[in-house]
């Protein structure tokens, strides 16, 4: 008995010891910032990241742009003087995002659906008199076989979202496709005491939808990703404990 119990304490001191190992990297790095604001992250090049990915998308036939002789006018060009706005690798735009999305959906189902089955055998043979020496019991030649069946499904559903951002972000152009269409990438990062505020956008976007002051707006980028964050004391708070989403996960009710 003695032997049990000490196997079961092992076994309780092995998984304690396993839990605080699993946390103990994000323990100590919480530790050492105590006291200590978000640190900023370095500014990069986006290709150089490892986890950069060039952009692919399904393509036209390259298209070649005519210019007559002794003309300056090229085909390619949309106005004669120099533009102003992003049109190469590693020029910057302004992005403006303007998020207000409201959606509501409510479902009702209901259905009910009753059936009734019945069979007798009148006669057979003139054994129809004889069939309770068969059976169990006495039986009744004109009810032999009855199925009831009811069924009753009722079914409520109602989704309500709202979101509203607003704000503005400088993005680079990282990469150019075939097609003349920009990718862009753009990272914000804005610091008020301890409390770290991100916000990153990635996409595609055409040069013809680029304003004459050099922004466009959020609903003109193709493939959008905005992520919209924050780091530090508030909004470590606001988290519940990696016990607490341990437990959500795995308990089943």
Not at 96 to 112: C, S
Not at 133 to 155: C, E, I, K, Y
Request: glycine residues 6%; contains cysteine.
């Amino acid at each position: 008995m003695r032997h049990k119990h000490t196997y079961k304490y092992k076994h309780a001191v092995l998984a304690l010891l396993a839990s605080c190992t699993l946390s103990a990297c994000g323990s100590l790095d919480r530790l050492a910032q105590v006291g200590k604001a978000p640190e900023m992250s370095q500014i990069q090049n986006p290709q150089l990241q490892a986890n950069y990915r060039p952009v692919s998308m399904p393509m036209p036939a390259p298209q070649t742009s005519l210019k007559q002789p002794n003309s300056l006018w090229s085909s390619s060009r949309q106005t004669f003087f120099k533009d102003q706005r992003a049109g190469d690798i590693g020029d910057i735009l302004t992005v403006l995002i303007d998020i207000n999305d409201q959606a509501e959906l409510d479902n009702e189902t209901e259905r009910t659906r009753s059936s009734n089955e019945g069979a007798g055998l009148d006669n057979l043979l003139g054994y129809e008199a004889s069939l309770n020496r068969v059976l169990p019991q006495a039986v009744d030649n004109q009810n032999l076989v009855g199925l009831d069946s009811t069924s009753t499904h009722t079914g409520n559903g109602t989704i309500e979202r709202e979101e509203e951002i607003e704000v503005s972000l400088a993005a680079v152009i990282t990469q150019i496709l075939p097609n003349g269409n920009f990718v862009i990438h753009g990272n914000q990062e804005v610091r008020v005491n301890f409390e770290k505020r991100i916000i990153s956008i990635d996409g595609i976007i055409r040069p013809e939808d680029i304003a004459v002051n050099n922004t466009i707006t959020h609903d003109k980028i193709a493939e959008a990703r905005i992520a919209y964050g924050g780091e530090g004391q508030i909004t470590d708070v606001q988290q519940p404990r990696y016990g607490q989403q341990v437990y959500d996960v795995l308990f089943p009710f």
